[in-house]
Nanobody, 124 residues
Framework: QVQLVESGGGLVQAGGSLRLSCTAS????????MGWFRQAPGKEREFAAT????????YYADSIQGRFTISRDNNKNTVYLQMNSLKPEDTAVYYC?????????????????WGQGTQVTVSS
C-alpha cells in the first residue's frame, strides 16, 4: 500500500491560484499513474485530472480544462495540481490517488490508494 499526503489547499479569492502537492511513500512511483479528484459538499467525488507514470500523458475533466495543470516529479515522488483562474464552484476537498497502471482513467474505481484530502475554498 502506498501512503499519499496532500498539501497546498487553502482559501483564495475567485480568479486566484493555488498549487496542490501530493507526495507518495515507497518506490516505483513512476510505474503508476496518479490522479486528482474532488468532492464538494453534498456532491459525489468527481474526477479532475490524471497523469501517466512517465508524466507525458495527461487528461482533464472538461470543467477544469485550460485552468488546471497536472504534473509530476518522479525524483521527488510528488504529483502537483496547479490551479489557476479559480472559481467558487471549484470549492471542494481535493484528493490525490494512485492508479493501478501506467495510465489513469476518470473512474475512481481504478485507483487503489487515496490521500486524506486537502480543502480548497474559493470565495466570490
Amino acid at each position: 500500500q502506498v501512503q499519499l499526503v496532500e498539501s497546498g489547499g487553502g482559501l483564495v479569492q475567485a480568479g486566484g491560484s493555488l498549487r496542490l502537492s501530493c507526495t507518495a511513500s515507497g518506490r516505483a512511483f513512476s510505474s503508476y499513474a496518479m490522479g486528482w479528484f474532488r468532492q464538494a459538499p453534498g456532491k459525489e467525488r468527481e474526477f479532475a485530472a490524471t497523469i501517466s507514470g512517465s508524466g507525458r500523458s495527461t487528461y482533464y475533466a472538461d470543467s477544469i480544462q485550460g485552468r488546471f495543470t497536472i504534473s509530476r516529479d518522479n525524483n521527488k515522488n510528488t504529483v502537483y495540481l496547479q490551479m489557476n483562474s479559480l472559481k467558487p464552484e471549484d470549492t471542494a476537498v481535493y484528493y490525490c490517488a494512485r492508479g493501478r497502471g501506467l495510465y489513469g482513467t476518470a473512474y475512481y474505481g481504478t485507483y487503489d490508494d487515496w490521500g486524506q484530502g486537502t480543502q480548497v475554498t474559493v470565495s466570490s
